[in-house]
């Protein structure tokens, strides 16, 4: 990540990265299948992030 950047943008941008990542298996197994994908999953190219 950038050095310019305020503390508070970078804790958003860090928000956004843990929140950016698949079920986990476990998850998936003791559901039995009924969740399976995270529907806040985001694509760095296709969305924007929008944290100001």
């Not at 698949?22 to 924007?48: L, Y």
Request: aromatic share 4%; net charge positive.
């Amino acid at each position: 990540m950038a050095a310019r950047k305020s503390t508070t943008r970078k804790i958003r941008l860090l928000k956004k990265i843990k929140q950016n990542r698949p079920v986990p298996a476990w998850i998936i197994i003791r559901t039995h299948r009924h969740v399976r994908t995270n529907p806040k999953r985001r694509s760095w190219r296709r969305s924007d992030v929008n944290i100001g």
